[in-house]
């Protein structure tokens, strides 16, 4: 079983509040990754919901700025985060940019090189980590959600419809929902999957639910004030597919709220109880 | 009037996290500070509450790590919080410990050189930036709380009982009761009020409580996993001065609990429902 390191570890709304590092087989490198065990996890397996954080995050963020677990612990749901990319791992110009390479791992595995070697984002979330949290912690297999903000909105959209075996819920906050539209999207397909679009289509929401893919009820709440709404989200795309596709989705727009954690603290417990009605 | 530059502003719980930076007159430098309006803001004026943070922290870490808005837009409660110390004064060593100077102000006016100059945060928060926050935000004058972390626990403390016209509720998570007596408390008053422990004991919770001053029903919680408890805090000394003063306090330990903010934020709402029972 893999050895786990804890970090640190604090009382939390009468649960805990763990950070641990692993060497990853997967990644080939030591990797960090949080859970919130609410109180009912003392007693029984419990449902788990996977957070995915955006560009520049990592393990921490979410724990810190979401203020999630208040209603994780009322609603009986572990919650797990984790980095948003391997790090340190030699490439160069890893570190060069702050919306590619390090803090910016898109949540799949790498094809082309360098980046294939060690960017193994899905298969570390969808096998390992997954695989960590069923074997040390109480958390019930069948009974797993998945959501994520941003570029981890994304990840949440894309794991989900790739996994439907593995994830039983889904929900984004301000979520890239057809990268291959927008310039992250466009910039990290090309240097992690190479050039042709056919393999992009694998890993972009949008897209695989035109190619037939469908996943649970979906939420996803926008803010109108987001400053990246117009270049780099487009809610649009995604909510003409879905319709088309009869996929179910409801899609808020929020006047006067942005990017940040401070918009997704506010919705936080529509998202939990969203969540908690799929899985308990 | 004082002009005050906005460096952001975010929606948050149908109210407005805002985050502002101006030239200072006390401090005689540019100081920041952040203000959370709930949604009862738009129509009236409302009671306000004063958080005063730790060592290191500045003005975004309340905001950020406590998930305090949601309660304050549930009560109607305006949030204020501030830098810990002035910052850049040139003097020399300012920020070669972390517990001492930049990021260490122990809300008190210097009376020492080289800090005399700047080190002014008692007269920065009581005189200017409760001005400042009445002139300029829906602030009702008479009904002013504090509270706080640690330093900002000893902060709030000792100003309510500096200033009992001021503030009407008073509260404090893990604050450092008596600072006279522990490292942190000793080193700083040396270096900011001089050798004559007289002039300590103005600014000492314990010892203005041992001398005669009161503040209304006081609320503090505690962790018992507190890594500063046994060195710093000394709780058990400022509840033996209330005791013999029949000052009124309710001291919680919660077994189980650091000195982070997942502490803090577990008690979050307790403490702003003390503040709200006194000043609605």
Redesign the interface.
Known sequence: MTVLETRSQ?????GI?SYYQHSSETIGLPMRFSVYQPPQARSQRIPVLFFLAGLTCTEETFM??A?A??YAAEYGLMLVSMDTSPRQTGIAGETDDWDFGAGAGFYLDATEQPWSTYYRMESYITQELRQIIIDQFPADPNRIGIFGHSMGGHGALTLALRYPDLFRSVSAFAPICAPMQCPWGQKAFRHYLGEDQQNWRQHDATALIEDGRRIPDLLIDQ?L?DQFLAQQLYPEALEKACREAEQKLTLRF?S???H????I??FMSDHLKHHRDALL
Not at 10 to 14: I, L, R, S, V
Not at 260 to 263: D, E, K, R, V, W
């Open positions: 604090h009382g939390c709304f009468d509040q810190i700025k203020g677990q208040r803010g004030d929020h006067g709220y942005d940040s954690y401070y918009f603290s506010t």
